[in-house]
């Protein structure tokens, strides 16, 4: 059985840093892509940063440049959120996909089948 642990947030002024982690449990089969997504309170979630099998990156526009999602480890995916906004108030979760997904799709929720049970970050003005 999968799951994502999410750890890292809290609360920050504007300007500041925050790291996001996501240990995963469980295995699983084939290579997978991790995401971080964002929700306010509604029932939209945004997608934020993605990471292929292969390293490579995907990024919503509201924070290329600022945020970067890594692969720490074959467990451990990481977002380090810089600049942050008081816009970037979020809870975010972290998410696993287990099929290859379109180019085009990688930041749409449906697409993920795992996911934790996320982290509040807090940014203020």
């Known amino acids: 059985q999968v799951q994502l642990v999410e750890s890292g947030g809290g609360s920050v002024q504007s300007g500041g840093s925050l790291r996001l982690s996501c240990r995963r449990s469980g295995y699983i089969f084939s290579s997978h892509t991790m995401a971080w997504f964002r929700q306010v309170p509604g029932p939209e979630r945004e997608g934020v940063a993605v990471i292929d099998s292969d390293g490579t990156t995907t990024y919503a526009d509201s924070v290329k440049g600022r945020f970067t999602i890594s692969r720490d480890d074959d467990k451990t995916t990481s977002l380090q959120m810089d600049s942050l906004e008081p816009e970037d108030t979020a809870m975010y979760y972290c998410?696993?996909?287990?099929?290859?997904?379109?180019?085009?799709?990688?930041?749409?929720?449906?697409?993920?089948?795992?996911w934790g049970s996320g982290t509040q970050v807090t940014v203020s003005s």
């Open positions: 998410a696993a996909a287990i099929v290859q997904i379109p180019s085009w799709l990688l930041l749409k929720d449906v697409q993920y089948k795992y």
